[in-house]
């Protein structure tokens, strides 16, 4: 049973920076306006604009600021701007049009130059949660969206981690994601009596960080 479905990706990361452990793992997370945008990449040099509702890398777009000029990229093109006026007028008339939240940007570790991210599936069986799956998935060359509906390899946790981290304890990365899953599985249950499903996105950065990318309640 699929259970209850939760589409707002706000409404989710609010939930998880109640909790002051799970916080730290969430990018810095802004509604989007210039305002915000502009200081999300004066902080970390670049942000991921992404729609309030919606999955499989739909009208997703990476944005960055260095050396004085800023640009962003939207799928496998990108482009320059001299100005954050002019890129954010540009970026406006390029993104799709629904309300979006605006996500620090974080440096992948990666296989190939390519990036990797993480999905943990876990679903409510006879009241119990238990895990169904954890992947790795590799962008295609290319592209930053990891998702296979954009062309991006499945990959096992193990693989990708060893191919990406390289000397890291997979083991331990494996058991730091599981851990940080069961402390996510109870706050959103906790926010959302219900839902029966969760799919939950990981990205680990070069450092070997865990961050939590999203929740979702429907997982493909």
Same mark, same amino acid.
Not at 18 to 21: A, H, Q, S, T
């Given at each position: 049973m699929a259970g209850r479905q939760l589409a707002d990706k706000w409404l989710k990361t609010e939930a998880l920076l109640?909790?002051?452990?799970v916080a730290l793992h969430v990018p810095k997370t802004r509604k989007y306006s210039a305002k915000a945008l502009q200081g999300v990449l004066r902080q970390f040099g670049m942000a991921v604009i992404k729609p309030v509702r919606g999955g499989g890398g739909y009208g997703v777009i990476?944005?960055?600021?260095?050396?004085?000029?800023?640009?962003?990229?939207?799928?496998?093109? !990108?482009?320059s701007f001299k100005s954050f006026d002019a890129m954010f007028n540009a970026l406006n008339k390029t993104k799709v049009d629904r309300k979006y939240i605006i996500q620090q940007g974080v440096q992948l570790a990666r296989i190939g130059g390519?990036?990797?991210?993480?999905?943990?599936?876990?679903?409510?069986?006879?009241?119990?949660?238990v895990y169904r799956s954890m992947l790795g998935r590799l962008a295609r060359p290319g592209l930053f969206v990891t998702n296979l509906s954009r062309g991006g390899t499945q990959l096992s946790a193990g693989e990708g981690?060893?191919? !990406?981290?390289?000397?890291?304890?997979?083991?331990?990365k494996r058991g730091e994601m599981r851990s940080l899953t069961n402390k996510c599985i109870t706050i959103m249950e906790s926010a959302f009596p219900g839902v029966g499903e969760l799919g939950f996105d990981y990205g680990i950065d070069a450092r070997g960080k865990i961050w939590i990318?999203?929740?979702?309640?429907?997982?493909?």
């Open positions: 109640r909790n002051p452990e990476k944005v960055f600021y260095a050396g004085g000029s800023y640009g962003f990229t939207y799928m496998s093109r !990108s482009r390519r990036p990797i991210d993480y999905r943990v599936k876990v679903a409510k069986q006879n009241g119990s949660w981690l060893k191919r !990406s981290l390289g000397k890291v304890s997979i083991r331990k990318f999203e929740v979702n309640t429907r997982p493909q």
